[in-house]
């Protein structure tokens, strides 16, 4: 029975001490809300660009360092300012939501660009095979103004 009220005392402690509360303590050299959610928004766009190919044809290339060049911070700050925002959860939420409603934004412009610039690459290729088409029937017709001048000028010389 001593056991178990020590064993009760010990999970009573170990639970009241673990609590979600902690706050760490702001880093001298914190990133901005701001920066911090552009840079979010980077490394969404980085980590989902490693599996798809590059220029090259090269895939599974890791891009953070080139973000962090972008910002010109290293991954210790980046650590340092994300586990603080991370300890304000409120706040990490809202940096997280602009994040994620800037690449939503990015990608509808991205979307529409891409719709204009199909449409404007199929006019061309319709216009090109109208061309290809009033090409061909002056072709037809120049080879049937020859034929047709060849059977005349075979009529003449067989009249004569």
């Not at 001298?28 to 980077?42: C, G, N, R």
């Not at 006019?123 to 061909?136: G, P, T, V």
């Not at 029937?137 to 009529?155: I, N, P, R, Y």
């Amino acid at each position: 029975m001593k056991n178990a009220s020590y064993i009760l005392i010990f999970l009573v402690l170990v639970l009241v001490s673990c609590n979600s509360n902690t706050i760490f303590e702001k880093p001298k050299d914190l990133i901005p809300k701001d920066t911090m959610s552009l840079l979010l928004q980077e490394m969404m766009i980085a980590t989902s660009a490693k599996f798809i190919k590059n220029k090259n044809s090269e895939k599974n290339i890791n891009y953070m360092p080139l973000v962090y060049n972008k910002f010109k911070i290293d991954s210790t700050r980046f650590d340092k300012s994300n586990y603080y925002y991370m300890s304000k959860i409120d706040l990490y939420q809202k940096i997280l939501e602009d994040a994620v409603e800037n690449i939503e934004a990015r990608n509808t412009v991205y979307k529409d660009l891409k719709t204009k610039l199909d449409s404007i690459r199929k006019d061309s290729l319709d216009r090109i095979r109208d061309k290809q088409k009033r090409l061909d029937s002056l072709k037809l017709v120049g080879k049937l103004d020859t034929l047709a001048t060849g059977k005349v000028l075979d009529e003449i010389i067989t009249r004569e």
